[in-house]
């Protein structure tokens, strides 16, 4: 651990701890952003609770889905930190109305980053709760109490 609190740190002696750390992290494999963590943390979640879908990580590059249960659902994975809206969700090109995953997640984490609730929403759930950013032209959930009383909280500290 530190010695010294991260306040007494120079800035540049602490950009180049960051820049470190990062590569150490992604030299072990260990996930180094809020999104990463979040599916990190969702997967680890779901894979030792009882009753919940077993879920891996989905192929590198595969449009909207982060992970897939064994029995080959679709799982999208949006983490919030800090924010009061998931990241966007892009319809199909060819087909708005196209069903793009079984399941969509809200991972909630606290500022330091540990896991303070998933909430899932099916793909009905999900077309009934979102809301259009006109700038990204895509679809997100807002992190809002209406929102995720559409959903089931699967986890919640």
């Known amino acids: 651990m530190l010695k ?12 180049a701890l960051r820049a470190l750390l990062r590569v150490e992290m992604r030299r072990r494999g260990i996930a180094d952003n ?13 894979k030792k609770t009882s009753g919940l879908p077993k879920l891996q990580l989905a192929p590198p590059g595969t449009k909207n889905v982060d992970a897939l249960s064994r029995n080959g659902d679709r799982f999208s994975i949006k983490t919030v930190c800090e924010g009061s809206k998931t990241g966007t969700i892009y319809p199909d090109s ?3 109305t196209r069903q793009l995953f079984e399941c969509i997640l809200i991972v909630l984490l606290d500022k330091d980053w540990s896991l303070k609730a998933i909430y899932q929403f099916s793909w009905s759930q999900f077309v009934e709760s ?8 895509a679809w997100y959930l807002a992190v809002s109490r209406r929102t995720l009383e559409a959903s089931v909280a699967v986890f919640s500290t």
């Open 4 to 15: 010294a609190p991260l306040s007494s740190i120079p800035d540049s002696e602490l950009i």
């Open 34 to 46: 809020v999104g990463a963590v979040g599916e990190q943390l969702a997967i680890e979640h779901f």
């Open 94 to 96: 060819d087909d708005e």
């Open 130 to 137: 979102r809301s259009w950013d006109k700038r990204m032209n």
